[in-house]
């Protein structure tokens, strides 16, 4: 397997202070590195992520601000009205925000205030609150199996002396070891899972904090059956200049690693902490189910309702764009 050259000693340093006595990384402590290492890590640089422009490397919902900032605000109104909780008696958090570019800035809104939490800040939840994210859990380090010669072993990182390679190991980290036996007993030669386990543990610790009202999580995921049985070379992968990287090694720092979230892992999450009325839907459903005052206006060309309203849109419920691509899991606490 062809080795990839580490761009700097700080990167070589910081892989190798976590590597066991074999060079072995799990990928989740790779990844770690790569996206929060406080030097040089991808969400900690100041740098332009997100938008068109051909410095960035992905483009979000939250970039069509003009018309996603009135869907949520309509969505999250009518969500909240489940609870019995007033908006003006609330607080609005965006979870994840990039820096000076939260959604609702600006924004006149019923609610009592707005707040961001950007990316890896101390998260501090209580009262009535409305969370939201976007494009947040898929953000966060993952675990990598593989199946080969009749078994499961964990994948990771090896650091030589001649760079970074793709490896396996026989043990597993602690955090894989619970969801081995929900694995495919057989599965084909050389497939890969992907583990999101780090998202989940957000999740928990963000629902497991003194608060109520509405949750609301914008983001691309599949069902366990799904990242078990369709997706042979796992989810994993890397972007950098709105192009998919082949390989999630080069670079490190310089480009976003992502992977699919586990929808059932997250949904089973919120029912423990006592979240009802759960709901996964793709965004083109969740947009024309709640925030239907806005979709008709749309339609009707209402009042202020402009050509670029109508634009962003369409790209947001469109099935070949980003309307099924994405998907919005919202639930409420009383």
């Known amino acids: 397997m062809d080795f990839t ?78 609870t019995g909780i007033d908006p003006s008696d609330s607080t609005w958090v965006e979870i994840g925000a990039e820096p000076g570019d939260a959604l609702l800035d600006g924004a006149e809104t019923p609610f009592r205030e707005t707040k961001a939490i950007r990316v890896g800040e101390a998260l501090s939840l209580d009262g009535p609150l409305v969370v939201f994210s976007n494009e947040l859990f898929d953000a966060q380090p993952f675990h990598s199996v593989i199946f080969t010669n009749g078994s499961w072993r964990e994948r990771g990182v090896e650091i030589t002396p001649r760079g970074l390679r793709i490896a396996e190991r026989s043990t597993f980290s602690p955090e894989i070891e619970p969801i081995l036996e929900t694995l495919p007993n057989v599965a084909p030669e050389g497939y890969i899972v992907d583990l999101p386990i780090a998202a989940n543990a957000l999740l928990e610790s963000i629902a497991n904090q003194p608060w109520t009202g509405a949750f609301i999580a914008f983001d691309y995921g599949k069902t366990w059956q799904a990242l078990c049985y369709d997706t042979p070379q796992g989810t994993g992968r890397a972007y950098c200049n709105h192009k998919q990287s082949p390989n999630l090694l080069e670079s490190v720092g310089e480009q976003d690693l992502t992977c699919h979230i586990c929808w059932d892992w997250l949904e089973q999450s919120l029912a423990r902490a006592h979240f009802q009325s759960i709901a996964l839907e793709s965004q083109e459903s969740f947009v024309l189910k709640r925030a239907p005052q806005f979709v008709q206006r749309a339609f009707e060309s209402g009042p202020g309702f402009t050509s670029e309203l109508k634009g962003q849109l369409r790209q947001l419920i469109h099935p070949t764009l980003m309307g099924q691509k994405f998907q919005a899991l919202s639930g409420v606490r009383r």
């Open 5 to 82: 050259e580490i761009a700097s000693a700080p990167v070589r340093q910081a892989i190798e202070d976590v590597s066991d006595a074999n060079g072995f990384v799990g990928f989740n402590h790779f990844a770690e590195i790569a996206l929060y290492h406080p030097e040089f890590g991808y969400y900690r640089a100041d740098r332009d992520r997100v938008g068109r422009s051909q410095n960035a490397d992905f483009f979000t919902a939250s970039n069509l601000k003009s018309s996603f900032a009135q869907i949520l605000i309509e969505a999250s109104i009518a969500i909240l009205g489940q």
